[in-house]
């Protein structure tokens, strides 16, 4: 009964620092995050992986949406973060895009945005060959300046999977400017060869 109580109780405390619009914004951006990315980013390696087509196309909707709401949300988070509960009711949004009992997703796709690309898609087309285009002229004319940049992520990677592995197998620290004397080892071995 006392492990009943203290799960409600976290949850309330929970739901509570959610939906209390005077906490930091810093719960509900983070439940944002989960929401919005980790879980669907999960939920889509599910459907890949059981070869599901149907929630393929559910979570490939999902997408579609969740990344048009991303554009249009660079150019109005700096001036709607600061309206009351913004963070909530992007939270809420993303939970609506999800629910299967709506499928906000779908409806937002087939209603406003496969409508919107349909009308475009033309010149949408265009403007997707000339950005490949000009990439692949980038990458092309900067590849020394890329395979640099790859040894030196490489090399930070590995010295930090080297400070990691430290920390989690330290060694025996000798101390500083200390003489040591021979090991039993070597001392065994060194009176053998002595006589």
């Given at each position: 009964?006392?492990?009943?109580?203290?799960?409600?109780?976290?949850?309330?405390?929970?739901?509570?620092?959610?939906?209390?619009?005077?906490?930091?914004?810093?719960?509900?951006?983070?439940?944002?995050?989960?929401?919005?990315?980790?879980?669907?980013?999960?939920?889509?390696f599910k459907a890949i992986e059981a070869k599901d087509q149907?929630?393929?196309?559910?979570?490939?909707?999902?997408?579609?949406?969740?990344?048009?709401?991303?554009?249009?949300?660079?150019?109005?988070?700096?001036?709607?973060?600061?309206?009351?509960?913004?963070?909530?009711?992007?939270?809420?949004?993303?939970?609506?895009?999800?629910?299967?009992?709506?499928?906000?997703?779908?409806?937002?796709?087939?209603?406003?945005?496969?409508?919107?690309?349909?009308?475009?898609?033309?010149?949408?087309?265009?403007?997707?060959?000339?950005?490949?285009?000009?990439?692949?002229?980038?990458?092309?004319?900067?590849?020394?300046?890329?395979?640099?940049?790859?040894?030196?992520t490489m090399k930070i990677l590995v010295s930090a999977n080297?400070?990691?592995?430290?920390?989690?197998?330290?060694?025996?620290?000798?101390?500083?400017?200390?003489?040591?004397?021979?090991?039993?080892?070597?001392?065994?071995?060194?009176?053998?060869?002595?006589?």
């Amino acid at each position: 009964m006392a492990s009943l109580l203290g799960s409600n109780m976290s949850n309330e405390v929970g739901l509570r620092l959610l939906l209390s619009p005077f906490s930091s914004n810093v719960v509900v951006r983070t439940a944002c995050c989960t929401v919005g990315i980790v879980l669907p980013v999960y939920s889509t390696f599910k459907a890949i992986e059981a070869k599901d087509q149907t929630e393929q196309q559910k979570w490939l909707l999902y997408w579609a949406a969740y990344g048009s709401f991303s554009i249009a949300e660079v150019f109005a988070d700096k001036i709607l973060s600061w309206f009351p509960l913004y963070y909530h009711m992007k939270f809420a949004f993303l939970v609506w895009l999800q629910l299967p009992s709506v499928d906000g997703a779908r409806q937002l796709y087939m209603n406003h945005l496969r409508p919107f690309l349909l009308k475009h898609q033309a010149r949408l087309d265009q403007i997707v060959g000339f950005l490949y285009s000009e990439m692949a002229k980038f990458v092309s004319a900067h590849q020394p300046e890329i395979q640099f940049g790859k040894r030196i992520t490489m090399k930070i990677l590995v010295s930090a999977n080297q400070m990691v592995r430290e920390i989690m197998n330290p060694m025996p620290k000798k101390a500083n400017g200390a003489i040591e004397g021979p090991t039993e080892q070597e001392g065994t071995s060194d009176s053998e060869h002595e006589e």
